[in-house]
C-alpha cells in the first residue's frame, strides 16, 4: 500500500515558470488538502479538497491553483513561480470513518525558485 | 478558527531525562488534536491524537499527552529521552472546514545530547 505518493520530490524553477506538483493517493481517502512548510513556521494550508469536484482556498492559496477530477489525485499547480514560493511541499490525505481525521502525509516537494 | 502555540522553538535534553513539549491551543469548536513528528528530510508521521474519548493518550515511542480542556493544553511528554527521539515535533488542531483539514503550531525541534 504506496499511501500518499508525491511526485518530483526536488525541482528547481526560475522565477515566471509554472509547473505542477503531484500528488496520489491509494487508500480512496476523500480529504485531501496541501500545505507548505518554511522554517519557523510550521505548516500552513493552500488548498484542500473535501470530495472530487469541490475544492476551497486554505490560509495562502495566492499563487496557486487546483483541480480534483479524481478522488485519488489531487495536483497543485504554481502558475508563474516566484521567490517566495520556495518551500516544501506537502500532501494530505484522510477518510471518511477515521474519528478525528488522521492526515497521512506524503514524503514532500523541495522546490527552489531562482 | 482554530490556532495552536508551541512554547519553546527548541527544547534541549539529555539521554534519559523527561521530555516535556507544550502545546496550547484555540478553538470555536471542540477540537481533534494531534502530535505529528518529522525527522530530516521526512514526511511528517502521526504520533498520537485526541478525538475526546481518553484525555490521556499514548502514542507510539513511549510518547503521551494530556487533555487540558481548562487549560487549553495538550503538552507531549515521554519519561525517559532517547537519541532516536532527535526530531521537529508538531502539534495540531483540528475542527474548522468540518476537521478536513489541520492547523499547525511553528514546531519544537526536540534535541537529545548523551
Known amino acids: 500500500n504506496a499511501g500518499v505518493t508525491q511526485t518530483p520530490k526536488f525541482q528547481v524553477l526560475k522565477t515566471g515558470q509554472s509547473m505542477t506538483l503531484q500528488c496520489a493517493q491509494d487508500?480512496?481517502?476523500?480529504?485531501m488538502s496541501w500545505y507548505r512548510q518554511d522554517p519557523g513556521m510550521g505548516l500552513r494550508l493552500i488548498h484542500y479538497s473535501v470530495g472530487a469536484g469541490i475544492t476551497d482556498q486554505g490560509e495562502v492559496p495566492n499563487g496557486y491553483n487546483v483541480s480534483r477530477s479524481t478522488t485519488e489525485d489531487f495536483p497543485l499547480r504554481l502558475l508563474s513561480a516566484a521567490p517566495s514560493q520556495t518551500s516544501v511541499y506537502f500532501c494530505?490525505?484522510?477518510?471518511?470513518?477515521?474519528?478525528?481525521?488522521?492526515?497521512?502525509f506524503g514524503q514532500g516537494t523541495r522546490l527552489t525558485v531562482v | 478558527a482554530q490556532s495552536v502555540t508551541q512554547l519553546g522553538s527548541h527544547v534541549s535534553v539529555s539521554e534519559g531525562a523527561l521530555v516535556l513539549l507544550r502545546c496550547n491551543y484555540s478553538?470555536?469548536?471542540?477540537?481533534?488534536l494531534f502530535w505529528y513528528v518529522q525527522y530530516p528530510n521526512q514526511g511528517l508521521q502521526l504520533l498520537l491524537k485526541?478525538?475526546?474519548?481518553?484525555?490521556l493518550v499514548k502514542g507510539i515511542n513511549g510518547f503521551e499527552a494530556e487533555f487540558k480542556k481548562s487549560e487549553t493544553s495538550f503538552h507531549l511528554t515521554k519519561p525517559s529521552a532517547h537519541m532516536s527521539d532527535a526530531a521537529e515535533y508538531f502539534c495540531a488542531v483540528s475542527g474548522g472546514s468540518g476537521y478536513s483539514t489541520l492547523t499547525f503550531g511553528k514546531g519544537t525541534m526536540l534535541l537529545v545530547s548523551p
Open positions: 494530505a490525505s484522510s477518510g471518511p470513518g477515521q474519528v478525528g481525521r488522521v492526515a497521512f
Open positions: 485526541y478525538t475526546s474519548a481518553a484525555t
Open positions: 487508500m480512496n481517502h476523500e480529504y
Open positions: 478553538s470555536s469548536v471542540p477540537p481533534y
